[in-house]
T-cell receptor
Framework: GAGVSQSPSNKVTEKGKDVELRCDPISGHTALYWYRQSLGQGLEFLIYFQGNSAPDKSGLPSDRFSAERTGGSVSTLTIQRTQQEDSAVYLC???????????????FGPGTRLTVT | AQKITQTQPGMFVQEKEAVTLDCTYDTSDPSYGLFWYKQPSSGEMIFLIYQGSYDQQNATEGRYSLNFQKARKSANLVISASQLGDSAMYFCAMRDALEMEYGNKLVFGAGTILRVKS
């Protein structure tokens, strides 16, 4: 079946503009994750959704970042008033429902490369 | 404190030989899972192998095996019979009960770049 898809694959924006990044998870996966990967770095967790709710948003770096998920499927990560330090690859992942003791692997999308000029 | 440590920024291996990528972790939770992901130059994260803290045997998946030494808190990835297509960045990651309570996230190491030479 289809994997996790993300759009756009590349986004170049001017400092101060808002951007929206989209993630379409694997069908049936109720857990959805956003990560950020800066150049040459490991992955940094941003936010996690279980269904449409985000139990923890503490990974979001500032209040310029927000995310929503509707219908338990597609998620949108929005960055307002972008800054140059927001430049990174934004990766989305999904997995089956997670509960204590279950450790299903996360399946990642191809990422969106964001460049803020 | 850093939860996942990958001490090898880069590794070289000759084609057809085996290579071990190091990973040590830190957690006080008895229940946790360890994951390895491969990230080729295309950027996609590819799941390779998983080891649960209560698993009695080391995980294996094809040419990948995980050398799990619980007392030493290490979970090294062993790739046998290296192929040119194995050249990529490799990430070790962990999820423990604490992470499941506070965001259910994976915590990743900094990664190791592997280059396979012909």
């Amino acid at each position: 079946g289809a994997g996790v898809s993300q759009s756009p694959s590349n986004k170049v924006t001017e400092k101060g503009k808002d951007v929206e990044l989209r993630c379409d998870p694997i069908s049936g996966h109720t857990a959805l994750y956003w990560y950020r990967q800066s150049l040459g770095q490991g992955l940094e967790f941003l936010i996690y959704f279980q269904g449409n709710s985000a139990p923890d948003k503490s990974g979001l770096p500032s209040d310029r970042f927000s995310a929503e998920r509707t219908g338990g499927s597609v998620s949108t990560l929005t960055i307002q008033r972008t800054q140059q330090e927001d430049s990174a690859v934004y990766l989305c992942a999904s997995s089956l429902a997670v509960s204590s003791g279950s450790l299903y692997e996360q399946y990642f999308g191809p990422g969106t490369r964001l460049t803020v000029t | 404190a850093q939860k996942i440590t990958q001490t090898q920024p880069g590794m070289f291996v000759q084609e057809k030989e085996a290579v071990t990528l190091d990973c040590t972790y830190d957690t006080s939770d008895p229940s946790y899972g360890l994951f390895w992901y491969k990230q080729p130059s295309s950027g996609e994260m590819i799941f390779l192998i998983y080891q649960g803290s209560y698993d009695q045997q080391n995980a294996t998946e094809g040419r990948y095996s995980l050398n799990f030494q619980k007392a030493r808190k290490s979970a090294n990835l062993v790739i046998s019979a290296s192929q040119l297509g194995d050249s990529a960045m490799y990430f070790c990651a962990m999820r423990d009960a604490l992470e499941m309570e506070y965001g259910n996230k994976l915590v990743f190491g900094a990664g190791t770049i592997l280059r396979v030479k012909s």
